[in-house]
């Protein structure tokens, strides 16, 4: 006898109905800001890789090199921070970079345990290729906004991330004071 004969006395093949439940979701993904956020994210991502691996770069390799464009020469440390990953992740990534002639390590002569990542003139190269496309993305993105509209979300995104940000800072010290006393 199956599970379902036996949980259910009966001799069919189909589980047993559920009823629905009896109100609504109190957060509809419609109404949810972090899944809505995650979901375009999560597209803008799709998009931009279609447009820059033609060009030999995972979307993984992006994210360092538009780090490094901004400020070449950073630590493996500072380069995991600006990108938020963990160092093992930034690692690999800098390996395969290597490997492929875009960065170079170089040893802090100062503190011998401190790679200093450094674009070649091929990584540095990529720059003119890649932002363009990387603008693409963001234009067709939000083609059916005015200046005013995107200016309007940019500053509402950014109110999103400070109360994070403080809310988040405000929980960390709690968190280590409360383990402190």
Known sequence: MTSLKKATGKKTGKPPKRSAPATDPVLPFSESVGYQIRATHRLLQRFLQFKIEPHGITLGMWYFLRALWHEDGLTQRELSNRVGTMEP?????????????????????????????????????????????????????????????????????????????????????AHHNGRAG
């Open 89 to 173: 992740t930034t690692l690999s990534a800098i390996l395969i970079m290597e490997k492929n002639g875009l960065v170079r390590r170089v040893r802090n002569p100062d503190d011998r345990r401190k790679w200093h990542i450094h674009l070649t003139p091929k990584g540095r190269g990529l720059k003119a290729r890649l932002l363009p496309l990387a603008r693409e993305v963001v234009d067709t993105a939000v083609q059916n906004l005015s200046r005013g509209d995107v200016s309007q979300l940019l500053s509402r995104l950014a109110e999103v991330q400070k109360n994070l940000h403080a809310t988040l800072d405000r929980l960390d010290d």
